[in-house]
């Protein structure tokens, strides 16, 4: 058997009710990397409890940008 090959993709939202501060633009910043694990973790939730679930191997949140 082969292993299969995985697919990145990418996946943009809004998330209304985070006010941006020049902080997300700094991926050292503490409230970055704040922001970056809760978001992942929820995604991850998310995710895993759909329909491709049984295959995802976890996400990983990018930036964050005025929008």
Same mark, same amino acid.
């Given at each position: 058997?082969?292993?299969?090959?995985?697919?990145?993709?990418?996946?943009?939202?809004?998330?209304?009710?985070?006010?941006?501060?020049?902080? =997300?633009?700094?991926? &050292?910043?503490?409230?970055?990397?704040?922001?970056?694990?809760?978001?992942?973790? =929820?995604? &991850?939730? =998310? =995710?895993?409890?759909?329909?491709?679930?049984?295959?995802?191997h976890?996400?990983?949140?990018?930036?964050?940008?005025?929008?």
């Amino acid at each position: 058997t082969t292993a299969a090959a995985v697919e990145h993709f990418t996946i943009n939202f809004t998330i209304t009710n985070l006010p941006y501060t020049s902080d =997300l633009d700094n991926p &050292d910043s503490a409230k970055f990397r704040a922001t970056q694990r809760v978001v992942n973790m =929820l995604l &991850d939730r =998310l =995710l895993k409890d759909s329909s491709i679930g049984p295959v995802f191997h976890g996400c990983e949140t990018t930036d964050f940008r005025y929008g």
